[in-house]
C-alpha cells in the first residue's frame, strides 16, 4: 500500500516522510491505519483512497490501494 502524508501530516512520521510503502496483508479501515501512523484524526481533513476521497472512519484500503491523508489547509 502506497501512503501520502500530505501538508503537516508528515511530521508524524519519525523519518519526515510524504510517501510510505507500507504491506499490508489484510484489509485496513483508514481510521485504523491513521491511528498506526500515529496521526490524530482531528488533523485530518480529507482521506483519499485511489484518488477520491472517502469517509475516514468506513473506508478500507487493501496493499494494492493508494491511500492519501491531508491536513487542514489555511490561507488568507
Do not use: C
Not at 510524504?18 to 481510521?31: A, D, G, K, Y
Not at 476521497?53 to 491523508?69: G, S
Request: charged share 20%.
Amino acid at each position: 500500500m502506497r501512503v501520502h502524508l500530505g501538508g503537516h501530516l508528515s511530521w508524524y512520521d519519525p523519518q519526515k516522510r510524504s510517501w510510505l510503502e507500507l504491506p499490508q496483508s489484510e484489509p485496513v479501515r483508514l481510521l485504523d491505519l491513521a491511528a498506526r501512523l500515529g496521526l490524530p484524526a482531528a488533523e485530518i481533513s480529507i482521506a483519499a483512497l485511489n484518488g477520491r476521497a472517502v469517509n475516514l472512519a468506513e473506508a478500507v484500503a487493501t496493499d494494492d490501494d493508494r491511500v492519501e491523508f491531508f491536513s487542514p489547509l489555511g490561507g488568507g
